[in-house]
Nanobody, 125 residues
Framework: QVQLVGSGGGLVQPGGSLRLSCVAS????????MGWYRQAPGKQRELVAD???????NYAVSVKGRFTISRDNAKNTVYLQMNSLKPEDTAVYYC???????????????????WGQGTQVSVSS
C-alpha cells in the first residue's frame, strides 16, 4: 500500500499564509508527479499545482504568483506554500502522488495514484 498524510491546514485571515505538507510512505519504488488539489463546498475537485520528479511545476491560474509547490525527494514529501490567501481559497486540500509501486513479489507497478486524506484551509476575517 501507499499512504499519503497531509498536514498544515487551518484558519487564516485574508492576506495570510499557510504551508501544507504531505508525506508519502509505503511500498514506493519511486515517485513521479506529486500535487495538490482542492475541493470547495458544492464544487468539483480542481488542480491547484503539481510538480514532476525533475522539479517542473504547473499552477492553476487562480493561484499563480501566490502559491509555490516544492518537493523533497529524499523525504518523499511535497509542500504547498500559500501566500496572500483569499476567501475563495477556502477548501479541503488533497495531496496526490503518482508512484511506481513495489509489490510483494518484487515487481513494480507503474503509475499508481494515491490520495491523501484532505486538510481544511479556511480563509476568513
Amino acid at each position: 500500500q501507499v499512504q499519503l498524510v497531509g498536514s498544515g491546514g487551518g484558519l487564516v485571515q485574508p492576506g495570510g499564509s499557510l504551508r501544507l505538507s504531505c508525506v508519502a510512505s509505503g511500498s514506493i519504488f519511486s515517485i513521479n508527479a506529486m500535487g495538490w488539489y482542492r475541493q470547495a463546498p458544492g464544487k468539483q475537485r480542481e488542480l491547484v499545482a503539481d510538480i514532476t520528479s525533475g522539479g517542473s511545476t504547473n499552477y492553476a491560474v487562480s493561484v499563480k504568483g501566490r502559491f509555490t509547490i516544492s518537493r523533497d525527494n529524499a523525504k518523499n514529501t511535497v509542500y504547498l506554500q500559500m501566500n496572500s490567501l483569499k476567501p475563495e481559497d477556502t477548501a479541503v486540500y488533497y495531496c496526490n502522488a503518482n508512484v511506481n509501486k513495489r509489490t510483494v513479489d518484487g515487481t513494480v507497478i507503474a503509475g499508481y495514484t494515491s490520495w491523501g486524506q484532505g486538510t481544511q484551509v479556511s480563509v476568513s476575517s
